[in-house]
Every structure is written in C-alpha cells, then in structure tokens.
C-alpha cells in the first residue's frame, strides 16, 4: 500500500515534509530546549520534536501520558497546550 494513502495521525506528505524540515532548522530557543528533552532526559518522558499532527507541525510534544505540546517561539514567548 502506498504511503500517501494511509498516512499517520491523518497528516500529508507536505506536512510531513515540513516537520522534518524544521527538525533540521531549530532555532536556538528550541535547540537548547530540545536538548533538555531528548533521550528521556526529563523524568524519563518521551519527547517529540517538530512532530507532524494532522494538519499541523507540533514543535515539542509529549502526549503519552500528559497529552502537552510545547510552543516555543523565543526565549520570552512560550505557551504550552494540553489536551492532544
């Protein structure tokens, strides 16, 4: 079955293009955050970094247990959502 007819989490290939783009272009906001997440660092909760989720690209997540996406704009501009 081709990928683009069963797609993850209802995304589409430009989408997921997109995340793996931004994955490649952290900004530095978002480099240093990430680098206090990966590899279970926090608590030994499972992060995910620009991940694709349905028509969006969600910058960090962590949804397993809390259901969290982190927002991070800028040092100063952060907002994180619950309820994924």
């Known amino acids: 079955m081709p990928k683009d007819s069963n797609r993850i989490r209802g995304t589409t290939r430009e989408i997921e293009e997109a ?7 952290l900004t530095s906001a978002e480099s240093i955050l990430w680098q206090a ?3 279970r660092k926090l608590e030994g909760l499972k992060f995910r970094c620009q991940h694709p989720e349905g028509r969006f ?12 996406a ?3 704009d800028s040092p100063f501009a952060v907002a994180i959502f619950f309820g994924f």
């Open 70 to 72: 982190i927002n991070l």
């Open 19 to 25: 995340a793996r783009r931004l994955r490649q272009e």
């Open 57 to 68: 690209v969600v910058a960090t997540e962590y949804g397993q247990v809390i259901g969290a």
């Open 37 to 39: 997440l990966r590899g």
